[in-house]
């Protein structure tokens, strides 16, 4: 019976070889694309499951408004973590993490710049159990100037040597005693840190102060452990040390109701670990982590591409019904049974499926390199592992049923009596289905290709966008304090150069991943015990050049001058900050003030800074464009030390380059020259915007084309059945011209209806998508008519090619047979 079966279904497939193998070709790359998105959405769904009690770890973030601004981060105040323990009881053991930047690292002579360091607590390997190929977890981080560091890091500078016991001298000051070595944190974690640093070296790590928040916090709860209640208890114990803080720094007769009732708000809440990389994306981030809604998209297109590939199935399989008519008739009137053809159906469909399942391995093994290089990933195919073929296996008949199962039921239900006859009427009843089914395809495409549009017009428009700053041309210097007291020398040196237009030494620049600070100020005079008075600001420390270099619009007032001594108390703020502030009359000359207590000693009413507004500049974009601008403060920092910044006029970036680095190494030997373009990490922003949307393109890309492929073998196999209707047509003097027309207005009218439907819930989709930018796009009708221009051009393409065949056939060769 198998022989049987196999053998028709050769015959079948052999007969219309083209359009089959169309077919196996279309079903294997729609298969090929779906194993691809299930390995993605398995490695994202993976995160930070590998470490031991994942599910019982949570990680403390803060919602604070104070000030005018609102706040929702990864930080907590220090004291924090040890109080977790101490008060409540369901927490068996805390950490705290915190992040000072990269660090120049030697064993020697010569440094290397390592930006995966961070200081954490000595419980880090209570919470986080992590494997130690090295040393002991026993006190492996209980003493200032001791680290862990990862087997990466040990093969670096100990190859074949044990780590344990020797010391790594850090940003050439600070000698570190290796006490462990750690397997390497795998990628698919939120953090992946190669060295970790004892954080009892840090002052700060020891305060008592909780209105700072600068650390990260995660604890380990018991499994019995509610999470709402703990959150509750949390809120009681904030309040009790929230409340001498305020005092002291507000006065004694100062209420946390009081400071409730201006709008201000101080919450922490727990976040579960496994949470973080798709549900989280909070000020502090160690990376940057991937969305739910991205994993939603991606499953959804990997349906459709494979809903479109059974579609083409189904059309073509419904279409070429009237070639295996009479065999169905035949059969019958010889005593077969409606079931005995739906299982020779469906098995030639479980058969192709199997096919295209094992063709689709190889074509995913194709593409998946590309795909890893496009979406920054390191995936590979699960060939050694059994459970794998076990999956395989089972889509294989989970797709030949949705493909084959309407067919069959169709193909079998066929009269013997009219279709030996030659009435095969009722294969038209497949026509409405089958046109059904075409919409659907091009209802997806449109969708995808207007997704795709409005994703790279935003993204465009973020590039493009007037930020209030210049960030082309402009080359960034790091690591400023591996020049000593050679950093005003070295910029002195460069500006001597006529390649170079501006140069500005500062702790910050407005993009991503350079040092920042918020402080509560308030105009002098003004009582602070009314919480309105109070402006949370950004505070950067910036030299004379700053807002010259970077292309900044003073609006009000001027610009920082050496002309001018008293600039070292001066400031210059934003536009945002006027407002925040809402001074009686002019900004300028006015005096604002702040506490000048750190995040050691904490917060005094007695100890405060009085500075001077001397400028107002527009105000620009420094977080993401999803963000209002928030309110800035610029002072003179006379010795910064984070980054040196130049503006260069030529279009050749090789010599500025090149000049940088030679003054470096002859200011700092042996000290690492690290350098990044400004426009550049503006970009690497909305790196992963950028990376979905390419990977989105090129997914719709695969799914139109699967679509056309369909359309393709359905058109031709259309002009097939009416070979002889256009022989007529064309021995009547019908132009090839009309004889086009009349073989796609068919395909062109349910296109038509296809964007109808697609049209509003492609709109409404990125509609919400876009509610996450603040400032975005406006989603025009041109937008909307050129996404059914996209798709309609392709597919009159493609039915173009065949029904130009097909009208261009000898009317001779097409009769021949009458």
């Given at each position: 019976m198998l022989k049987n079966i196999l053998k028709i279904a050769f015959r079948s497939f052999w007969k219309t070889k083209s359009i089959s193998i169309i077919n196996v070709l279309g079903l294997s790359l729609g298969i090929a694309l779906c194993l691809i998105i299930a390995l993605f959405v398995h490695n994202e769904l993976s995160y930070d499951r590998h470490f031991p009690n994942s599910e019982r770890i949570y990680r403390v973030t803060s919602d604070i408004v104070f000030g005018g601004n609102a706040f929702n981060m990864t930080f907590a105040p220090a004291p924090m973590a040890e109080a977790l323990v101490e008060e409540i009881p369901e927490v068996e053991a805390s950490v705290h993490f915190r992040?000072?930047?990269?660090?120049?690292?030697?064993?020697?002579?010569?440094?290397?710049?390592?930006?995966?360091?961070?200081?954490?607590?000595?419980?880090?390997?209570?919470?986080?159990?992590?494997?130690?190929?090295?040393?002991?977890?026993?006190?492996?981080?209980?003493?200032?100037?001791?680290?862990?560091?990862?087997?990466?890091?040990?093969?670096?500078?100990?190859?074949?040597e044990n780590a344990v016991g020797q010391s790594l001298v850090l940003d050439n000051k600070e000698d570190y005693k290796i006490t462990g070595v750690y397997e390497d944190i795998p990628e698919n974690s939120h953090f992946n840190f190669h060295v970790l640093l004892a954080a009892e070296g840090l002052p700060e790590a020891k305060s008592g102060h909780w209105l700072g928040n600068n650390f990260q916090t995660y604890i380990l709860v018991n499994p019995n452990a509610d999470k709402s209640e703990m959150e509750q208890k949390i809120a009681v114990m904030t309040e009790k040390h929230l409340t001498p803080m305020l005092k002291q720094v507000m006065g004694e007769d100062f209420t946390v109701e009081q400071f409730k009732a201006s709008g201000n708000k101080v919450e922490y809440s727990l976040q579960p670990l496994l949470d973080i990389h798709l549900y989280s994306d909070l000020l502090g981030e160690f990376k940057v982590n991937f969305?739910?809604?991205?994993?939603?998209?991606?499953?959804?297109?990997?349906?459709?591409?494979?809903?479109?590939?059974?579609?083409?199935?189904?059309?073509?399989?419904?279409?070429?019904?009237?070639?295996?008519?009479?065999?169905?008739?035949?059969?019958?009137?010889?005593?077969?049974?409606?079931?005995?053809?739906?299982?020779?159906?469906?098995?030639?469909?479980?058969?192709m499926s199997f096919i295209s399942f094992i063709l689709?391995?190889?074509?995913?093994?194709?593409?998946?390199?590309?795909?890893?290089?496009?979406?920054?990933?390191?995936?590979?195919?699960?060939?050694?592992?059994?459970?794998?073929?076990?999956?395989?296996?089972?889509?294989?008949?989970?797709?030949?049923?949705?493909?084959?199962?309407?067919?069959?039921?169709?193909?079998?239900?066929?009269?013997?009596?009219?279709?030996?006859?030659?009435?095969?009427?009722?294969?038209?009843?497949?026509?409405?289905?089958?046109?059904?089914?075409?919409?659907?395809?091009?209802?997806?495409?449109?969708?995808?290709?207007?997704?795709?549009?409005?994703?790279f017009s935003q993204m465009n428009f973020i590039q493009n966008k007037n930020l209030g700053f210049n960030k082309d041309q402009i080359v960034m210097v790091h690591d400023l304090y591996a020049l000593g007291n050679q950093k005003q020398a070295f910029k002195q040196e460069i500006l001597g150069s006529s390649l170079i237009e501006k140069g500005t030494l500062s702790g910050f620049l407005p993009v991503s991943g350079t040092n920042r600070s918020d402080n509560p100020w308030w105009v002098m005079g003004r009582d602070i015990q009314d919480q309105e008075n109070m402006v949370s600001i950004q505070n950067w420390s910036v030299d004379f050049d700053y807002v010259k270099t970077l292309g900044m619009k003073v609006v009000h007032g001027r610009d920082f001058s050496m002309d001018f001594p008293s600039d070292s108390s001066a400031v210059i703020i934003n536009e945002s900050a006027v407002r925040n502030f809402n001074f009686e009359g002019d900004p300028i000359g006015q005096k604002i003030t702040t506490f000048t207590g750190d995040n050691v000693s904490g917060l005094n009413k007695d100890d405060l800074e009085v500075r001077t507004v001397i400028g107002v500049v527009e105000n620009f974009h420094f977080e993401s464009l999803k963000e209002n601008i928030g309110a800035v403060l610029m002072y003179v920092d006379p010795n910064p030390t984070g980054i040196a910044?130049?503006?260069?006029?030529?279009?050749?970036?090789?010599?500025?380059?090149?000049?940088?680095?030679?003054?470096?190494?002859?200011?700092?030997?042996?000290?690492?020259?690290?350098?990044?373009?400004?426009?550049?990490?503006?970009?690497?922003?909305?790196?992963?915007?950028?990376?979905?949307?390419?990977?989105?393109?090129?997914?719709?890309?695969?799914?139109?084309?699967?679509?056309?492929?369909?359309?393709?073998?359905?058109?031709?196999?259309?002009?097939?059945?009416?070979?002889?209707?256009?022989?007529?047509?064309?021995?009547?003097?019908?132009?090839?011209?009309?004889?086009?027309?009349l073989l796609s207005k068919e395909f062109t009218k349910l296109v038509l209806v296809a964007f109808v439907i697609a049209a509003p819930l492609a709109w409404w989709g990125m509609s919400k998508w876009l509610e996450d930018y603040t400032y975005r796009i406006d989603l025009g009708l041109e937008t909307v008519l050129f996404a059914i221009g996209i798709v309609m051009l392709i597919a009159w393409s493609v039915m173009g090619i065949q029904s130009l065949r097909a009208a261009s056939t000898n009317p001779v060769d097409s009769l021949r047979g009458e």
């Open positions: 992040n000072q930047g990269s660090f120049l690292i030697k064993r020697f002579d010569d440094n290397i710049k390592e930006g995966k360091v961070i200081f954490v607590g000595q419980n880090f390997l209570d919470v986080f159990d992590i494997p130690l190929v090295q040393g002991s977890k026993q006190g492996a981080l209980d003493k200032p100037n001791t680290m862990l560091i990862s087997q990466t890091m040990a093969d670096k500078f100990f190859k074949g969305s739910i809604t991205y994993i939603y998209l991606f499953v959804a297109i990997a349906v459709f591409i494979l809903l479109i590939a059974c579609i083409n199935f189904m059309n073509l399989a419904t279409a070429k019904s009237s070639n295996r008519a009479k065999e169905v008739g035949v059969r019958k009137s010889m005593g077969s049974g409606r079931g005995d053809l739906i299982f020779q159906f469906m098995a030639e469909t479980f058969l689709a391995v190889f074509i995913a093994s194709i593409l998946l390199p590309f795909f890893n290089v496009l979406a920054s990933r390191n995936l590979s195919l699960p060939l050694g592992e059994i459970e794998f073929y076990s999956w395989l296996l089972i889509g294989a008949m989970l797709v030949g049923l949705i493909a084959g199962i309407y067919p069959a039921v169709f193909l079998s239900g066929f009269k013997p009596a009219k279709v030996l006859k030659g009435d095969i009427s009722n294969g038209m009843k497949s026509s409405t289905v089958r046109s059904s089914l075409v919409v659907f395809q091009f209802s997806i495409s449109i969708i995808l290709i207007f997704c795709t549009i409005v994703l910044s130049f503006k260069f006029g030529t279009q050749d970036a090789k010599e500025v380059l090149q000049l940088l680095e030679s003054k470096w190494k002859e200011l700092a030997p042996g000290q690492p020259f690290n350098y990044e373009f400004l426009d550049e990490r503006f970009a690497s922003m909305y790196a992963s915007e950028t990376r979905i949307g390419k990977v989105f393109a090129a997914f719709t890309g695969f799914a139109i084309f699967i679509a056309c492929m369909g359309l393709f073998a359905l058109t031709a196999f259309t002009a097939e059945q009416r070979r002889k209707e256009i022989g007529i047509r064309k021995a009547l003097g019908a132009s090839v011209s009309s004889l086009v027309l």
